[in-house]
């Protein structure tokens, strides 16, 4: 079977907003890109690509500040950019900080290019604008 179509098969049965664990600490809910109403300012959102997981937050109106992964740079745009047709999952990660303070510390990173595969990706700096981890 090929790999490709088996994964296309296995991300369509995940599309639910069906509620799982990965660990005692992180609770992760399905849910897909047009469901904009069930997101809150400041939530650590994944998109799971070919054995990469691309994180972001959830900055309102539909929209989600991350790293580009092709371009390097944080950028803010919206849910159907930043998830390119794959499910998206809310990941309840430490938060130290209430939701104004974690989009003014992540939009204070738009435009900056210092993306680096082994030392500096997303979810380093999710969680350094939602929890104060160096970045």
Known sequence: MNFLKWWKGKEKKNTSAEESSTNSDVKVIDKTADTTTNYRKADHLVVNRLGNT?????????????????????????????????PIKVVYSPQMYNSSTVLARARSRVGVREYNMMLNIGEQFVRWARGGDTY
């Open 54 to 86: 691309h994180h972001g937050i959830y900055s309102g109106e539909g929209n989600v500040i991350y790293y580009n992964y092709y371009t390097g740079v944080i950028v803010e745009a919206t849910l159907n950019e930043y998830a390119k047709g794959d």
